[in-house]
Structures are given as C-alpha cells and as structure tokens.
C-alpha cells in the first residue's frame, strides 16, 4: 500500500489545522470538446501538487487517452455530474478512464463516461472520497463495456456517497481488498453487479439503490487475493428488481451470477443484512453460496482459502416477490420440482456448501425470511431440502464504520 511519509502527513495536518485555504486551479472556460481544456487539464493533474483542487468547469470534455494522478492530498471537482463530463468516447488508449495512485484523493461533482476500461480506479490508497460522481457507458448494457465504474483498490477509509454507476460489464460500484469503507446513498443500475465488496474487511453499504443489474449487491470472497474479507453491514438499501441478463465476460467470477439475484453473499463471513427493501429479484431475493458455485477455480489459494460463508444475520428485512423465474436451467429445473411450474423460490437460497468440521456449523441466521432453501450444490441439486430450522439462530451484531481522516 502507498503511504505518504510521516513528515508529508504531519505538514498537510498543521496546514489544516490552521485554516490554511488549498490552492485552486481553476479550468479553463471552454466549450464542450475542446481540445485546449483536454491539454490543460492533462498538464494540471501532472504538475499538482498536495492540497490543490481542480477544477472541471461545465462541458462535455473529450479525452483519447487515460488521465492519471499520482500526487497526495489533491481534489478534483466538476460542477456537478450532468455539467462536468470527462467522456472518453473516442479513447484509443489507456486502460481506465482515470487511474490515481495517491491518498487523500478527492473527487466529487463530475462525470466519467464511456472510457475503454475502468471509470475511476483508486489503486493502493488511503482516505479517498468519491462524492456525486456518475461513471456510466452511455450505449447500456454491453459486453464491450469497461468492467468496474468506480473502482477502489488496496485502499483504506474509503467513502463512496451519492454516487451513480451505469452499464459497468463487471461491477458498477467496487470496493476490492481494502478495509474501512463506506459506500451510501448512491445508485447502481444496468451493471452486472450492481454494488460489489469483495475481499474486503470492514464495510457499511447502507442508503443505496441497486436495481435492474444483473445482481444487485454482492459481498464475495475470492482465493488468490491480496486478504480475505469480512465484517460487512448491508442496511436501509433498496435492492429490487435486478433482472438484467448477465453481459459480464466468460470466466469471470461475476459471470457466474445468475439474473434475478438480489443480494448475494458468496464465501464471506460476518455480514449483517437488515433493514433493507428487496423486492421482485427474480431467481432469489437473496442468494448464500460458496465459491464453488461460481465455477472458478485456482488450485495453488486452494490450501489458504476458506470457500465457505458463515456467520452471515439475516433479519429485519422487507421482502417480497421474487424465485420465480430463476435464471440456468439447473435452477428453474430445481424451482419446478420444489414449487411447480407457477411456484416461487422462498426469499433465501443457499447453495449448501458447509464446512463439515466445524463444529458450530455454518451459523446462517435467518429471521422473517418466507424460507430458504438448501439446494445442495455439492449433490448437484439432487437433494435440495426446504427445511428452515437450522436457520433459526442469533449473532451478534456487528460494530458501525468510523472512517477516520487526517
């Protein structure tokens, strides 16, 4: 991880500490598309330095090659998200729209659209913000698409809020194997994934909407990763209708979601799921599982990774409609044995995939929940139980994420 030196960090502190005023690097006024602004902005991100801030007047600016900041301390601000527009539509080079590598980064009031790869990837940082950001492939769902719309990597005490992400081919909004995050109030539609915390320590995921991905909010756990993660929090999230068909791209794990998933939780432990809105998810409202069940497989984490989800507190949810069009043939072939051909998956659907030798069990603890299913996966659906008992237990609840900055 990058970490700036003691002594840069104590110096931004005392600056702060007296109210001293960041310098201000104000674009220039410019039409939209104008090569000059394209030059110039390149050039300000290249000679900032800590405490700048940018900033993107009104216009949609064109650029044909990645941007990128490697320099602490520094903000990037736009007028607001529908006015200040960073498209990268005629992109020629460069694998995200913008890449920083630096802590203290700011980026607020702006778009990214159309960019080759990535939107904004944050990549081994501390203390990042991302605020009224919309990153969005204008054309929709494609598999051409970049992967992940806002795209914070390695970091720590990461504050995503109010942000939109839109047509994402992987993950609209992504946290990866970072720790300490807070991703809130912000909308994620027409993605593969919606909300994606994966491999990630320490995360609340409260205020969002996800609708119409293919899946709306998943916490996974993949091997061969920098951490395992765990200790998530997922409440007062509106998670409804995520149908869309999967456009992500072969051999992915997120390839493996099936359309109609709501929440998914796959190979993680310790997360809470309360409070939340999920509703007309059409192959399950909620979905636990194992890695096993995404197909992907690396032999040498194998002996380091723990496949198997537990510990994860389902209550206090609003809940409805739902399982009833599961998407793969193995899993509206399972819905018709148990339900019938005008039947419904209950709201949870466990894959099955247990930890034989612990002893306390998975500890899946479902609360005013219609039912779950076990569909044993490891059997090959074969012996699927509806049975709800194993699932009627408590856990404690998980501790609020303090952010800490400075």
């Known amino acids: 991880m990058k970490h700036a030196s003691v002594l840069a960090l104590a110096v931004l502190a005392a600056g702060c500490g007296r109210g001293e005023q960041a310098r201000h690097v104000a674009g220039p006024e410019v039409a939209a598309g104008d090569a000059a602004f394209a030059a110039k902005f390149r050039e300000q991100l290249l000679d900032a330095k800590p405490g700048d801030v940018i900033e ?10 990645s941007l990128s900041l490697r320099v602490d301390g520094v903000t990037i601000r736009g007028a607001g998200p529908d006015k200040s527009v960073l498209s990268f539509k005629g992109q020629k080079a460069g694998a995200e729209g913008l890449l920083v590598n630096a802590n203290g980064f700011t980026l607020e009031n702006i778009a990214i659209e159309d960019s080759k790869g990535d939107g904004l990837k944050v990549n081994e940082a501390e203390n990042v913000t991302i605020r009224n950001v919309r990153v969005e492939w204008t054309g929709g769902p494609n598999p051409g698409n970049g992967a992940y719309g806002l795209y914070p990597v390695k970091t720590r005490n990461v504050l995503i809020e109010d942000a939109v992400a839109i047509g994402a081919s992987d993950a609209g909004i992504y946290v990866g194997q970072s720790r300490d995050v807070v991703v809130r109030n912000s909308r994620a539609e027409f993605n593969v994934a919606g909300i994606e915390i994966e491999n990630t320590i320490n995360a609340d995921v409260y205020g969002n909407t996800a609708t119409h991905n293919t899946g709306g909010i998943l916490v996974f756990n993949m091997p061969a990763l920098s951490q395992q993660g765990g ?25 493996s979601v099936p359309a109609g998933s709501g929440v998914v939780v796959n190979s993680n432990d310790d997360v809470e799921i309360f409070d939340n809105d999920i509703a007309g998810n059409k192959t399950a409202n909620i979905i636990v599982s194992s890695v096993y069940s995404t197909g992907y497989k690396d032999d040498k984490a194998a002996s380091e990774f723990d496949p198997y989800p537990e510990r994860i507190n389902v209550y206090g949810n609003r809940l409805s409609g739902g399982g009833d069009s599961p998407d793969g043939l193995d899993l509206k072939t399972l819905k018709v044995a148990l339900y019938g051909l005008n039947g419904s998956f209950p709201d949870v659907l466990f894959d099955g995939y247990v930890n034989k030798a612990r002893k ?42 303090d952010l800490k900055r400075g």
């Open 231 to 255: 200790a998530v929090r997922m409440f007062r999230n509106k998670v409804v209708d995520n149908n869309t068909e999967n456009f992500g791209a072969k051999g992915t794990p997120v390839s």
């Open 360 to 401: 306390e069990g998975p500890q899946i603890c479902l609360r005013d929940v219609s039912g779950v299913v076990n569909a044993d996966g490891p059997g090959g659906y074969k012996n699927a139980v509806k049975d709800a008992r194993p699932y009627a237990c408590d856990l404690p609840k998980l501790p609020a994420i």
């Open 56 to 65: 993107v007047p009104p216009g949609k600016h064109s650029f044909d090659r």
